[in-house]
C-alpha cells in the first residue's frame, strides 16, 4: 500500500511538472507576444517619425530654410545634423512636438535641469543625413529615429536633384555696359556709344562697326543723362531702374525703357525705337519718336511757353501727328509750336507691364535699401592677394620694355603669376607680361604710355589683370601692343579678358580715368566708383561700374568678344580637389585638448585658402589662433570624406599612400632626419612616432603615429599625422604647404579625438604653397589622385542661381 501512495506520488509530480512546463510555456508565448508588439509598435512609431522629420522638412512653408541650407551642403559636402540642429531646420515646431509626446507623465513635476536633460537626451535619437552626388545632381537627405522607443532604429529618404541656372554670368555683360547708380554722358560731335568685334578685325574696318550695346543702370535711385551734339551718338537700348534724362540733339538707335520718369529736352532729339516709362513721359521741344509710346502713369507735351498737356489717348494716333483721339485732345497748332512727332501708338496706365519686363534673364532692379553687387571684384582682391611686404613699384624704363620681374617674386595662384604692391606705376618703354598675370596694388596705379613703340605687350597665351584698392590712372597715346592679339585667352580650361583693371576704390574722386588720345582694349570694373573716359579716348571691351561719366570726344565700343566669358572673377571655392585646396592646418578629427602656440607663429592660406580648416563644431577653438587674414573655415569639404566623422574613404587614401610609399620606415626616428627634399619630394610612410628635433623633408610625409617634433623642422608639401602632434618650441623655419592632423579608428573607420600642442616659444609659421603642394600632389598618379577627390562636387557659380526638386522618397 505504501508502495502504491509512493507510485501515485510520482505520477502526481509528474503530472504537475507537466502542467507547469506547459503554464510556464504559455506564459513565455504570451510575453513573447507581448513584447513582439510592444517593439513592432515602437518600430512604426519610429518609421512614423523619421517620416515626420522629413515630411516637416519638405513641406512648402520650410521651402527657403530648406533651399538655403542645401545649397550650404553643397558647399561643405555631406554631413549630419543631430537633435536641436534639426530643431532649427525644420523650425515649425515639428520636433518639438514629437518630443512632447515622449515625456514621461511627471516630466511638469521635474527639475528646470532635469527637463532640459531628458529633452535634449530624446532629441539626441533623431538624425539627419546628407550625402552630395556631385556626379548625378543630387542630395540624399536620410531621417533616422536611433532609439527613442525601446532602442527601435528606423529611417527614411528623401532626395533632391538641383540645376544650376546661370543666369547671369556672360548673358549679364552681353547686354553692354552696367552701371549700378547711371551715367553721364556729355560732348559734341563724334561721340559714340556701340559694339563690334574683335574677333573679326579691328574696330570699323570692314564694317566692324556700330552694334547694338545697351546701357544699363540698375539701382531705383539711379540717373542717365544724354547731353551729347550730333551722330553717331547711341547705338542700343537704354535701361534706367530710376530716370533718364535727354537735353540735346543726340540720336538714340534702339529704345528706350525705365522704371522712372522720361524727359525729353533736345532739340529734334531723334528715339528710332520705342519709349517705355512705369512712371511718366514728358516731351519737350522737338522730340521725335519712331516707335511706340507708353507710360504707366502719364503722357505730357510742354510747350515753348511753358504749359504742360496731358495726352490722353483712347486709341492710335495718326502717323506724322501728334494729337490723341478722344479725351482731351490738343489741337494741331499747339503741336505745330512744339513740333513733336510720334511715328507709332500711344498708350498710358497700363500698370501690367513693368520695367523689369524688359531686362534681360539676370538683370534685375537694385532696391533703394540694397547695395550693387560688386561681381567679384572683392573676391579676386581677397583670392590673389598674399603675404609679403609690398613696395612701391616703377616699371619704367628707357632703354626698353621691362618683364613682370619688375614686381618681385611672384606666388602661383590658379594658373596666374600674382604680384603684390602698394603703388604701381607703368611708364617708359612699357611692359612685357609672358604669363597670365594677376598684380594686387593696395593703392594707385597708373599707366602712362606715349608713342608707338611704348606699350603693354602680351606674349602667347600671356593675359594681365590689375585689381587695385587705389584709383586707376590710364593715359597715353598707344598703350596696347595690338599685334596678333587675342581679346579672349583661355587659362586653365577659363575664359578670362586678355586685359582686365578693377578697382576696389570708393571714393568722391573717380576711381578709374581713362584721358588720352588712344584705344583701350578689356575691361574696366569699378563697382564702387566713377569710371571718366575724357579727352578723345576710345574703349574697346565692357563696363561695370558704380556711375559712368564720358566726356569730350570720348567713346566706348562693346567687345562682342566677351559675350563668351562671365564675371566669376578669381579661382573656385577650395573643394580639396588636389593638396593646393587644403589650409596650411586642417584638422579633419574632432578636437579633444588643444594648446596653440604662444610666439608669433602664425597660420596664413595667403587669402587662397582658410588659414585654418577644422570639423564641423572646431571653430571656437581655434578662434585666438594667430592667423595672417584671420579666415577659418569650419566643415571638412566632402570631396575626401562621406561625413566628417566617417573615415572609410580617407582610410582608403592612406593605404594609397602606404603602397604608393617611396620609403616605408619602422620605428621612433632621430634628431636630423630627412625625408626627401625640394626637387627631390618623396612619398614616405612612417609606420609608428616621430620623436625629434630638426626633421626635414618635402613631397609627402604620413606619420602613422604621433609627432613630438622641436628644433629647426622644416617640410615642403603635404604632412599628414594620424596621431597627436606636438610641437616643441624654438624652430625658425616653416611648414610650407599643409599639415592635415587627421587620427582615425581602422575598425569603427571613425575620426578620433586629436590631441594638438604647440609649447614654448620660437615663430615657425604654416604657410600655404600653392607649388610645394602641387608638387607633392603630382607625385600620385591619375588613378591614385583621384581616390583622394574626383572633382565632380558642383559649385554654385557667384552669377547664378540653383533650383530643387524632389525626385524620390523611400
Not at 152 to 159: C, G, K
Not at 475 to 503: I, Q, Y
Not at 604 to 626: F, H, L, Q, R, Y
Request: glycine share 12%; aromatic share 8%; with cysteine.
Amino acid at each position: 500500500m505504501k508502495n502504491q501512495q509512493g507510485a501515485a506520488l510520482v505520477i502526481v509530480m509528474a503530472l504537475l511538472a507537466g502542467a507547469m512546463t506547459l503554464g510556464l510555456s504559455g506564459m513565455q508565448t504570451a510575453l513573447v507576444d507581448e513584447r513582439l508588439a510592444s517593439n513592432y509598435r515602437a518600430s512604426t512609431q519610429a518609421q512614423m517619425t523619421s517620416e515626420n522629420v522629413l515630411a516637416a522638412l519638405a513641406s512648402d512653408e520650410n521651402k527657403a530654410t530648406r533651399e538655403n541650407y542645401l545649397e550650404e551642403r553643397l558647399e561643405k559636402g555631406s554631413g549630419v545634423l543631430k537633435g536641436s540642429e534639426i530643431a532649427e531646420l525644420i523650425k515649425n515646431g515639428t520636433l518639438d512636438e514629437l518630443v512632447d509626446g515622449l515625456l514621461p507623465a511627471n516630466y511638469e513635476d521635474l527639475e528646470e535641469e532635469e527637463k532640459k536633460a531628458l529633452v535634449e537626451e530624446l532629441q539626441a535619437n533623431l538624425e539627419l543625413e546628407f550625402e552630395v552626388d556631385g556626379q548625378n545632381n543630387t542630395i540624399t537627405i536620410t531621417s533616422s529615429d536611433r532609439g527613442l522607443r525601446n532602442d527601435a532604429f528606423r529611417d527614411s529618404s528623401v532626395v533632391y536633384r538641383y540645376n544650376v541656372d546661370e543666369a547671369s554670368g556672360a548673358g549679364f555683360f552681353s547686354d553692354g555696359f552696367i552701371t549700378c547708380y547711371g551715367a553721364e554722358l556729355n560732348g559734341g560731335g563724334g561721340v559714340a556709344i556701340d559694339s563690334f568685334d574683335s574677333r573679326k578685325g579691328a574696330y570699323g574696318v570692314g564694317g566692324n562697326s556700330g552694334g547694338k550695346a545697351s546701357l544699363i543702370a540698375l539701382h531705383e535711385n539711379s540717373d542717365i543723362v544724354f547731353n551729347m551734339g550730333s551722330t553717331p551718338g547711341m547705338t542700343g537700348d537704354v535701361f534706367s531702374a530710376g530716370g533718364i534724362e535727354v537735353t540735346n540733339t543726340m540720336p538714340i538707335v534702339g529704345s528706350v525703357y525705365t522704371a522712372g520718369n522720361i524727359s525729353l529736352d533736345g532739340n529734334s532729339a531723334l528715339i528710332t525705337g520705342d519709349l517705355f516709362s512705369e512712371d511718366s513721359v514728358l516731351f519737350k521741344v522737338g522730340t521725335r519718336v519712331d516707335g511706340n509710346v507708353s507710360a504707366n502713369n502719364s503722357i505730357q507735351v510742354l510747350g515753348n511757353w511753358g504749359e504742360v498737356r496731358a495726352l490722353q489717348p483712347n486709341g492710335s494716333t495718326r502717323s506724322g501727328t501728334t494729337y490723341a483721339i478722344g479725351g482731351d485732345a490738343i489741337s494741331p497748332d499747339i503741336y505745330t509750336q512744339i513740333d513733336n512727332r510720334i511715328e507709332g501708338s500711344l498708350t498710358s496706365e497700363n500698370p501690367e507691364v513693368r520695367f523689369e519686363d524688359f531686362l534681360s534673364e539676370g538683370l534685375s532692379v537694385v532696391r533703394d535699401n540694397d547695395e550693387c553687387s560688386d561681381y567679384g571684384v572683392e573676391k579676386v582682391y581677397e583670392e590673389f592677394s598674399f603675404k609679403s611686404n609690398p613696395r612701391d613699384v616703377d616699371v619704367v624704363s628707357n632703354v626698353g620694355p621691362v618683364g613682370t620681374n619688375m614686381l618681385g617674386k611672384p606666388n602661383v595662384v590658379g594658373g596666374f603669376e600674382t604680384f603684390h604692391v602698394n603703388r604701381l606705376r607703368i611708364g617708359g618703354n612699357g611692359l612685357v607680361v609672358e604669363e597670365p598675370t594677376v598684380i594686387v596694388a593696395d593703392s594707385d596705379v597708373s599707366v602712362e604710355l606715349w608713342g608707338n613703340d611704348n606699350v603693354i605687350s602680351l606674349k602667347d597665351g600671356a593675359t594681365l589683370r590689375i585689381v587695385s584698392k587705389g584709383r586707376i590712372f590710364l593715359s597715353g597715346s598707344n598703350v596696347f601692343d595690338m599685334n596678333g592679339f587675342s581679346p579672349v585667352v583661355d587659362v586653365e580650361g577659363k575664359l578670362v579678358p586678355a586685359f582686365s583693371f578693377n578697382t576696389l576704390y570708393e571714393g568722391s574722386d573717380t576711381a578709374i580715368s581713362m584721358a588720352s588720345d588712344g584705344d583701350f582694349y578689356g575691361e574696366l570694373l569699378a563697382p564702387f566708383g566713377n569710371v571718366n573716359i575724357t579727352g578723345s579716348a576710345r574703349l574697346m571691351g565692357r563696363v561695370f561700374s558704380h556711375t559712368i561719366g564720358l566726356n569730350g570726344g570720348g567713346s566706348m565700343h562693346y567687345d562682342r568678344a566677351y559675350d563668351d566669358i562671365d564675371m566669376s572673377v578669381g579661382t573656385s571655392e577650395p573643394q580639396w580637389c588636389t593638396f593646393a585646396d587644403i589650409s596650411p592646418l586642417a584638422i579633419a578629427s574632432p578636437i579633444d585638448r588643444l594648446r596653440l602656440p604662444s610666439s608669433r607663429a602664425t597660420f596664413d592660406g595667403a587669402g587662397i585658402v582658410p588659414d585654418i580648416t577644422v570639423s564641423s563644431g572646431n571653430a571656437e577653438k581655434v578662434s585666438s589662433a594667430s592667423t595672417a587674414n584671420g579666415n577659418v573655415r569650419e566643415g571638412i569639404t566632402s570631396a575626401l570624406f562621406d561625413r566628417e566623422e566617417n573615415a572609410e574613404k580617407f582610410s582608403l587614401f592612406i593605404d594609397v599612400l602606404r603602397n604608393k610609399a617611396d620609403r616605408v620606415l619602422n620605428g621612433v626616428y632621430k634628431n636630423n632626419t630627412s625625408f626627401g627634399g625640394v626637387g627631390d619630394e618623396k612619398i614616405t610612410f612612417v609606420n609608428g612616432d616621430i620623436d625629434a628635433n630638426n626633421i626635414s623633408g618635402a613631397g609627402i610625409l604620413v606619420v602613422n603615429g604621433d609627432y613630438n617634433g622641436g628644433g629647426n623642422a622644416s617640410f615642403e608639401g603635404l604632412m599628414i599625422v594620424l596621431g597627436d602632434y606636438t610641437q616643441k618650441g624654438g624652430g625658425g623655419r616653416d611648414l610650407n604647404g599643409a599639415l592635415l592632423i587627421a587620427p582615425y579608428s581602422r575598425s569603427s573607420l571613425q575620426f578620433t579625438p586629436a590631441n594638438i600642442e604647440f609649447i614654448g616659444g620660437g615663430n615657425r609659421d604654416f604657410n600655404y604653397d600653392e607649388g610645394a603642394l602641387r608638387a607633392a600632389f603630382g607625385l600620385l598618379d591619375e588613378s591614385e589622385q583621384k581616390s583622394w577627390a574626383d572633382c565632380a562636387l558642383p559649385i554654385k557659380p557667384d552669377d547664378g542661381s540653383l533650383s530643387w526638386s524632389l525626385v524620390d522618397w523611400k
